[in-house]
């Protein structure tokens, strides 16, 4: 074998990692960039789904009644949603969520940027939105999406991805939904003391 030939060989051989490597860079570039806060596989789906679960055993009603909207999101976990890196949210820190909330801490707005809406019932007609992500622009599994655009779990269980257009009337519905609610527990809570009297 001659030296130019062995030459030839090494320099295509060096061309070819090259390429490899360069190939790989893109891939790792191209997956941050469509992932941005890495893949999340199945989080919305599996939230609403053990919003499903919870409200199947308590008489329809979602979680609600915790000090804050997350702390009775909380009440998911662990037996309607294992996971606890699935109370994270899209963007939220997994590891320190995963941490909390394995020792018994609550869940806070520090460490899960789930946005969610208690005390609806899954049979609300329309079903109204009740779970999404602080961060717009995402799919349910943190894939990067429309801008402005949301992932979004309903009340019934179902979740869809909400057009930046679309989304301020399906979140205005769903607060003013929430205000009606109120207003009726509290007009309940009048009624019936009212009645308790002599």
């Known amino acids: 074998m001659n030296t130019t030939s062995l ?3 090494c320099l295509t051989a060096v061309v070819v990692a090259g390429v490899v490597c360069l190939v790989a860079v893109i891939g790792l570039l191209v997956e ?3 992932y941005p806060y ?6 919305l789906p599996m939230m609403t789904m053990g919003l499903t679960r919870y409200a199947a055993e308590h008489d329809g009603w979602l979680p609600k009644g915790g000090i ?3 702390a009775s999101l909380q009440q998911l976990y662990p037996r309607y949603v294992e996971y606890a890196g699935h109370f994270a949210g899209l963007t939220g820190d997994i590891d320190l969520t995963r941490d909390v909330l394995v020792r018994g801490g609550t869940l806070t707005s520090n460490l899960s ?10 049979d609300e007609d329309p079903p109204v939105a009740v779970l999404w992500d602080r961060v717009d622009g995402l799919r349910w599994n943190a894939m990067r999406a429309a801008r402005g655009s949301q992932a979004v779990g309903f009340s019934d269980g179902s979740q869809r991805q909400v057009s930046a257009e679309e989304w301020p009337v399906v979140l205005k519905s769903s607060l003013e939904a929430r205000a009606r609610r109120d207003s009726e527990v509290i ?3 009048l009624s019936t003391s009212l009645s308790d009297e002599p």
């Open 32 to 34: 941050r960039w469509r």
């Open 187 to 189: 007009s309940i809570g």
């Open 38 to 43: 890495g893949r999340r596989a199945a989080c």
């Open 7 to 9: 030459k030839h060989k």
């Open 113 to 122: 940027s789930w946005c969610y809406i208690p005390g609806f019932h899954e």
């Open 68 to 70: 804050t909207p997350l």
